[in-house]
């Protein structure tokens, strides 16, 4: 299994080997290869903000990433991230929701088995996490910041595809994003209490101290959750790179604040 960092006319992503199936297209950005300037530049899918990109250059972005995909971007439907724990499905009646339409919903998690829907969920430090099914036919998007790790947002997305497609856990499989890396995640009490109030003693091999705070490896304890819903180890990718530590590559809201675009993670069912 590997991340494989592509290169289209400039706009650079990453996809993984392990969701490699005629069934899916998908692709992880990095912030290369749009048409933002300032702070936003370039590939940056956030128009909200205390200094607000342009819609234009936004719905272009879109545009240029879907392209290499193989993804048509009237058939995106985004996630609209609250830090919370609601998995959406996802139907028909969603397409284009939140880049043409309007969203009546919020959700961190997206999950459909609808071909020519593509399920879209951002990032700039938290973890995004992509799924394909390739027996039920199903897949799902989910943002996971430290909140949505401690909730068990990942692995209820498991759940959920199983209650709503009958989609098994061993059959699922998953490619964890770039994201914050315990190398730069360094926190007060509250994100290791919240761990261990979530999952008690289980959480201790991926929270450590340093000085008199803690760093906390999110990828790691994501990938411990899945595999204790059920999908084998050999079946979840994770990429390595740290957002905090490729500010050249990635937006860090650690790094960066406010002052910064986002990048995303997109899964799409094929026609």
Avoid at 79 to 84: A, D, E, F, G
Avoid at 147 to 154: E, M, S, V
Avoid at 239 to 265: E, F, I, M, N
């Amino acid at each position: 299994m590997a991340f494989i960092q592509q290169d289209h006319g400039g706009v650079v992503f990453h996809t993984s080997d392990l969701l490699s199936h005629p069934q899916i297209c998908h692709g992880f950005s990095t912030r290369l290869g749009g048409v933002s300037g300032g702070f936003h530049a370039s590939l940056n899918f956030r128009g909200s903000g205390p200094e607000p990109d342009s819609m234009d250059n936004v719905r272009e972005n879109f545009r240029r990433f879907c392209a290499p995909l193989g993804a048509d971007p009237e058939g995106l439907v985004l996630s609209v991230q609250v830090h919370q724990d609601t998995v959406r499905h996802v139907t028909a009646a969603d397409r284009g929701k939140g880049l043409t339409f309007p969203t009546d919903y919020t959700a961190d998690a997206l999950v459909t088995n609808e071909p020519g829907l593509n399920l879209m969920v951002f990032s700039a430090d938290c973890i995004i996490l992509l799924l394909h099914d390739p027996v039920s036919r199903s897949i799902g998007a989910v943002h996971a910041g430290w909140r949505g790790t401690a909730l068990d947002l990942p692995a209820k997305t498991v759940k959920e595809m199983g209650r709503l497609f009958g989609a098994r856990p061993e059959n699922i499989r998953v490619a964890i994003g770039a994201g914050i890396g315990p190398c730069c995640f360094e926190t007060h009490d509250d994100v290791p209490d919240a761990m261990t109030a979530a999952f008690g003693s289980g959480a201790k091999p991926f929270i450590a101290p340093r000085g008199e705070k803690w760093t906390v490896d999110l990828k790691g304890l994501n990938a411990w959750r899945l595999r204790e819903a059920g999908v084998p180890e050999a079946q979840i990718d994770i990429c390595p790179l740290c957002t905090a530590c490729h500010t050249d590559l990635y937006w860090s809201h650690r790094k960066s604040g406010d002052r910064r675009g986002v990048q995303g993670a997109l899964i799409g069912l094929k026609p």
